[in-house]
């Protein structure tokens, strides 16, 4: 649960970031593309799950997991316990570090502006 609250922001602010970038396009080169970039957002989206799945399956034979065991070896432990832990630690931090570098929000009033003049003319 504590897990999943942590992936609550991201989540609720992906397809917000994502509208923001249509009117940075729309502002940048005079074209309005929302179809084209939600529907790449959301094919990432997918192809990311697709992914980690394969990823966490991945992990999961290279620390010698057996499914249906009674007692799992040391190394399938640990293999898990670094998926459940520190790579998201490792992921989040990443993720914070390049939202450093998300300079969109500091610009995005003077866009809307010029968007709103440029619509009323």
């Known amino acids: 649960m504590i897990k999943s609250l942590g992936g609550v922001?991201?989540?609720?602010?992906?397809?917000?970031?994502?509208?923001?970038?249509?009117?940075?396009?729309?502002?940048?080169t005079g074209m309005r593309t929302e179809g084209?970039?939600?529907?790449?957002?959301?094919?990432?989206?997918?192809?990311?799950?697709g992914l980690s799945a394969a990823i966490v399956g991945c992990m999961l034979a290279?620390?010698?997991?057996?499914g249906g065991q009674e007692h799992i070896s040391e190394s399938?432990?640990?293999?898990?316990?670094?998926m459940y832990i520190y790579l998201p630690i490792?992921?989040?931090?990443?993720?914070?570090?390049?939202?450093?570098f998300y300079k969109l929000d500091k610009q995005f009033p003077q866009i809307l502006k010029v968007l709103g003049a440029a619509k009323n003319i």
């Open 76 to 82: 399938a432990r640990s293999s898990i316990l670094f």
């Open 62 to 66: 290279f620390g010698g997991y057996v």
């Open 9 to 28: 922001p991201l989540a609720a602010t992906m397809f917000a970031m994502l509208a923001d970038t249509v009117d940075y396009g729309e502002w940048k």
């Open 90 to 100: 490792f992921i989040s931090a990443l993720m914070a570090v390049i939202l450093y």
């Open 36 to 49: 084209l970039v939600y529907s790449a957002g959301s094919f990432g989206s997918k192809a990311g799950s």
